[in-house]
């Protein structure tokens, strides 16, 4: 029997693959599907079908041996690809600024692999680290479960999350046919190692496939297939439509006016977010920006909008749009992985998308949201190591983000003036730059989001056969 395994692993997992029409796809190509899950199986209220089970995975929190040994293969990607903008920027951020053990312990690894990252060395490191936890109850129980089901075939929708490493040994363990999606846009040419070795990859682009070949360079290029992504899907689905007199009735908008959109990233990375929310705003008062607005706010999914609320207070004008994700587990290691979206927030942004005139946010994937709609779209980066903001213009200089930034698809502002006079600039010619979003989304969009999922179930089943 051609039995799929789908491993998901988080909230933004879920709304990928299961609130997209992957499943239904996917039960068309295989005589069953089993989702082994890092979500609590109430999460997949909406799923009922005869051909589909659920297996709530065990949490898997790593020793000391196993942190020490996977540290030491992620640092060693890292070093050894270091010439790249964000993979050092990544290790730079990454090294600790104090001494106690942990710290020490941590400086110690960067020291040897500052010397010692050959590909040779980065193997060993991950052996010893599945060797560390071969023996754990967890992963026993993780090899018990795939015993019982016999998968034919398990794929990893996320290729980098530590936790589930003890389940990728399993399937290899049992020589169980394995494959992973490329998570994001950022995750190869920015990011640590990935959780093992898997037999086949899905990415979204030909651009994506070269940088795993060379990130990767065992990996064999047939081996890797361009199937667009899932993340976009729900903007073409009728289910998750909304009639544009709805989409203002609810968030109270004024059809006369224009709607500048400013979508948050979350408080790790977005510790400007609040200073850029109030330039806008007190623009708007002042009357800077030209054409009539309104000013919606979206926050970030990862996080409440409690740190905006001295902001609300202030501008009781600006709208706020509080995606409607769910906590589903508290005390997880990574609690934001397990707040998961509700049908009514992918409604919601694919209204914003679609409706407002302008989006403005911090060289987020929410970027490419936008050109898919063809709205315009300007990355705020106020902060540098001079000015004592954070410092978010050091993200200029990652591989994804400067493919962006060449194209001429976005503009970049680095202070109010800038900020205000591109605002202005977009809304009077909003079309200006229609030809430079459409050649980015070619480039890091690979397929048509019209049945992006089938073309991933029937990828998926060739591997199986």
Request: aromatic content about 12%; hydrophobic content about 40%; some cysteine.
């Amino acid at each position: 029997m051609n039995k799929l395994g789908v491993v998901i692993t988080d909230g933004v997992g879920f709304r990928n693959f299961i609130m997209s029409d992957f499943i239904v796809e996917a039960i068309q190509q295989f005589d069953s599907v089993t989702i082994y899950s890092g979500l609590p199986i109430d999460a997949y209220h909406s799923i009922s079908h005869s051909k589909v089970t659920i297996r709530e995975l065990d949490v898997f929190i790593e020793g000391k041996p196993t942190w020490v040994f996977r540290k030491w293969k992620e640092l060693a990607h890292l070093q050894k690809y270091k010439s790249f903008y964000g993979m050092k920027d990544n290790l730079d951020s990454g090294y600790p600024k104090t001494n106690s053990i942990r710290s020490l312990l941590i400086k110690s690894i960067y020291f040897f692999t500052r010397f010692i990252h050959s590909d040779s060395s980065i193997a060993l490191a991950e052996k010893l680290q599945f060797i560390s936890f071969s023996k754990n109850k967890i992963t026993q129980s993780y090899l018990k479960l795939l015993k019982e089901d016999k998968p034919s075939h398990v794929f990893f929708t996320h290729q980098r999350p530590p936790y589930l490493a003890p389940f990728l040994y399993a399937t290899i363990k049992l020589q169980i046919p394995v494959s992973t999606f490329i998570f994001s846009w950022d995750n190869l040419a920015s990011k640590g190692r990935m959780l093992g070795a898997f037999d086949y990859f899905l990415v979204w682009s030909d651009l994506m496939k070269k940088e795993l070949l060379h990130f990767y360079p065992k990996v064999k290029a047939e081996s890797v297939k361009v199937v667009g992504t899932p993340q976009f899907e729900p903007y073409v689905m009728e289910k998750y439509k909304t009639e544009q007199e709805d989409f203002y009735l609810k968030f109270d908008l004024n059809t006369e006016l224009k709607t500048i959109c400013f979508s948050c990233a979350d408080a790790s990375i977005g510790k400007n977010d609040p200073l850029i929310i109030k330039t806008i705003a007190t623009a708007l008062r002042d009357k800077k920006i030209t054409s009539s607005c309104q000013f919606l706010v979206r926050t970030s999914p990862a996080e409440g909008a409690e740190r905006f609320a001295n902001i609300k207070e202030e501008f009781p004008e600006i709208i706020w749009n509080n995606p409607k994700w769910i906590l589903t587990r508290e005390n997880h290691s990574e609690s934001w992985s397990q707040r998961v979206p509700s049908e009514e927030d992918i409604k919601d942004l694919r209204a914003v998308l679609e409706y407002v005139d302008l989006n403005i946010n911090m060289c987020s994937t929410m970027s490419l949201d936008f050109m898919l709609f063809d709205k315009p779209v300007i990355n705020t980066v106020f902060g540098n190591k001079e000015n004592g903001l954070y410092d978010d213009q050091r993200f200029l200089g990652y591989n994804h983000l400067k493919k962006v930034i060449d194209s001429g698809s976005v503009t970049v502002a680095k202070n109010e003036e800038e900020l205000i006079a591109q605002i202005n600039q977009s809304l009077l010619y909003p079309k200006e730059r229609t030809a430079q979003r459409k050649t980015m989304i070619d480039l890091q969009i690979g397929k048509k989001l019209e049945d992006t999922c089938k073309q991933i179930a029937n990828t998926l089943y060739r591997f199986n056969n």
